[in-house]
């Protein structure tokens, strides 16, 4: 971090806080309540993401003579065992932290320990009669004052049997509010015709009441009433003076991000004719993201001629506007939008934090066409020739599972060990695109289910150091990069989610990640863009050539049409095939490959329903599934070892057997 900004160490959290003036929608992780805040204090510690109200950061450390808990002082925790009680005060789920009494085990949340609510309200101001204090009900009512629901605590009217929110009690029918001081608010009921009345600030349709002024047409819900953007905004790094709200509707181009903001409230500094958008104040100057090997620094004016895109979302950035540029790489630039979404960025800044270069070679030169690599380090690798090597359906890359005899590869000079050459050079970590932190290569006897290409993938495999615990990447996904070139296509392709686009040389929308073409309609799943370009296959003597769709053409003679393992008919113009033109031999790439591919072949894999052999399917007469009863089609299947006839032909039917999607299977060593 920056060593000229304040350092706070407070008792509420375990790292150190910065005191921000970012506007952000986030849990606050003292009170746990979901809302814009509107400055505070942030952790920057690698995957810790904490945020806090000012007030939640600053909480005291003890609380004398609470009024619910006079005879002990309280002392603020960060107990985790508090979870499974509820608050002694509002009678609400117990979180961490929280207020605890070590004399007689009294707890309450963070929010009832600093402002604990009053037993009862004689005169207050958004009712006619006295109020009571009500724990949680176990039945939610609606409140009185903004007609939503009450989840937790409430004051109730025993005489009407109404009940209001602990935030809305003090409100009153009608109030003057700071952004709005030219009138008072009154609160009125929603009218379903007038469409137009929604908030001022968060732009929500409120959808049973809300505050309005008839006079401007200015309306503001209760959410932004409790909790309103601060008026004045002083933050050196974002603007030289103080930024003030400007409340009127007016369409600007911001000088931090550059899109236009017509449907936000700008913050002005009208000395110097500078605008921008709140969420834009206080923004990082230096981060690093996952969608490049740099760090990458915020600048006003970035100074690339001619065309610039954003280096995530693929947008024009424009020349005049703010932006985040690597120093390292000419021309490469991000939306600051972009660069600092939290699927893109680790949340962690960089400015004032020294820049070291991790070693991530995976191994150590030992001699002429010699290596040592980490995955097998007792003896060393010899390289050879993609010339020298013998094709060879048993013996596999021990890191990506493929048969050899197209490739480079090195071998063990002494066992059985192979690594293709591009595998032996895949770093130790790296940056991927499906998580903010680097991910780590690691090499254990388990196949796991990938989520990306949705295959169980033996061998090596990317392990994720972010927020999701245990979230293991096969290699053939961890090698892709952007932009990704294609023998397929014309044009880069780059990382998209899926949402509703279906894979063009499948037919199949995947479930997160596709490569994707920015100029054109087209796209891949992570399982097609990884297929191997020829295999050998029993089918043929010679190597079969993956064709993308309309260019086979039947063969020699342009009759033929079916799958020769499957006997079914090929749909060239929409799927891809592997065949060979000169004897007319064509598959289905799933009838070439199977669902086990990825797995070694002669191995035992450990289940909780048995243990499964990989076998070949090489039988003159093909053995049926036990699960779907068909015949088994795929080069590679599976048979459980205590049953004669218990074969598995496809993932599905594997997962059908066990009745949920198999993430993990143990391999025994032969």
């Known amino acids: 971090m920056d060593t000229k900004r304040e350092i706070y160490s407070l008792p509420i959290h375990k790292h150190p806080l910065f005191p921000t003036v970012r506007i952000i929608l986030r849990e606050c992780d003292g009170c746990h309540v979901t809302d814009v805040i509107y400055g505070g204090y942030f952790c920057n510690e690698r995957n810790c993401y904490g945020w806090f109200h ?33 608050c002694d005060c509002c009678g609400e789920n117990l979180l961490s932290p929280c207020y605890t009494c070590p004399t007689c085990k009294f707890k309450v949340d963070l929010v009832c320990g600093m402002k604990p609510p009053r037993p009862a309200i004689e005169h207050p101001v958004c009712h006619d009669h006295p109020l009571v204090f009500l724990k949680k009900q176990e039945v939610e009512v609606p ?23 602990l935030d809305c009690v003090h409100l009153s029918k009608e109030v003057n509010h700071p952004c709005h001081p030219s009138h008072p608010l009154k609160v009125v009921a929603f009218d379903p015709l007038d469409v137009q009345k929604s908030c001022h600030f968060c732009l929500v349709q409120p959808e049973n009441v809300m505050y309005h002024c008839s006079i401007c047409n200015f309306t503001m819900c209760f959410s932004c009433i409790k909790n309103p953007p601060p008026l004045v905004v002083e933050d050196i790094k974002t603007h030289n003076h103080p930024l003030k709200l400007f409340s009127n509707q007016i369409s600007f181009i911001c000088k931090f991000c550059g899109f236009e903001g017509s449907d936000t409230k700008p913050y002005i500094c009208f000395t110097c004719n500078f605008v921008v958008h709140g969420k834009c104040i206080g923004l990082p100057r230096v981060i690093k993201i996952n969608r490049h090997d740099h760090r990458i620094s915020f600048t006003y004016h970035h100074g690339h001629r001619g065309r610039t895109e954003c280096g995530v979302c693929g947008g024009m950035v424009g020349l005049y506007n703010g932006a985040y540029c690597c120093s390292a790489c000419a021309n490469y630039t991000v939306h600051p939008g972009c660069a600092t979404d939290l699927s893109v960025w680790n949340g962690v800044e960089l400015e004032g934090i020294p820049e070291w270069t991790e070693d991530v070679a995976p191994f150590e030169l030992a001699g002429h066409n010699l290596i040592r690599h980490f995955s097998h380090s007792k003896h060393a ?12 359906e048993c013996i596999r890359c021990e890191a990506c599972i493929r048969p050899l005899g197209f490739d480079p590869i090195y071998s063990c000079t002494e066992c059985c060990f192979v690594l293709h050459e591009m595998c032996a050079k895949l770093p130790t970590k790296r940056r991927l695109v499906f998580d903010p932190e680097p991910y780590t290569l690691e090499s254990y006897n388990a196949a796991v289910y990938c989520n990306l290409c949705e295959m169980l993938c033996d061998g090596f495999k990317y392990k994720s150091n972010g927020t999701m615990p245990c979230h293991y990447i096969d290699v053939h996904c961890g090698s892709l990069s952007e932009p990704f070139v294609h023998n397929v296509h014309s044009h880069c392709l780059y990382f998209a989610k899926s949402n509703v686009r279906y894979c063009d040389a499948c037919s199949r929308t995947p479930n997160d990640y596709m490569l994707s073409c920015r100029e054109c309609d087209f796209d891949l799943c992570l399982y097609c863009v990884k297929l191997p370009e020829k295999i050998l296959h029993m089918s043929d003597e010679h190597p079969l050539i993956l064709y993308y769709g309309e260019k086979w053409n039947g063969g020699c003679g342009g009759t033929r049409n079916w799958c020769d393992v499957c006997e079914s008919e090929l749909d060239p113009p929409s799927n891809w095939l592997y065949a060979c ?34 076998v070949y399917n090489n039988r003159y007469t093909r053995p049926f ?20 006839n218990g074969y598995i032909c496809s993932f ?7 009745g949920y999607k198999i993430c993990e299977l143990q391999r025994t060593e032969m």
Request: aromatic letters at 8%; charged letters at 25%; hydrophobic letters at 25%.
């Open 381 to 392: 690798l010899r390289f050879l020739e993609d010339k020298a090597i013998q094709y060879d």
């Open 54 to 86: 000012k007030e939640c950061a600053e909480a005291p450390p003890e609380i004398n003579h609470h009024p619910s808990h006079s005879d002990h002082p309280l002392l603020l925790t960060n107990d985790t065992k508090s979870r499974d009680s509820s």
């Open 625 to 644: 599934c036990s699960q779907c009863h068909s015949r088994c089609k795929a080069p590679l299947i599976l048979k459980d070892n205590g049953k004669d």
């Open 652 to 658: 599905s039917c594997f997962s059908e057997l066990f």
């Open 581 to 614: 033109s000169d004897c007319e031999v064509a598959l289905h790439v799933q009838c070439a490959l199977g669902d086990f591919s990825r797995l070694k072949p002669e191995h035992v894999y450990l289940s909780k329903k048995g243990d499964y052999k990989v």
């Open 143 to 165: 409140c009185e004052a903004c007609k939503e629901s009450i989840g937790g605590a409430s004051y109730s009217c025993l005489e009407c049997h109404v009940y209001f929110h």
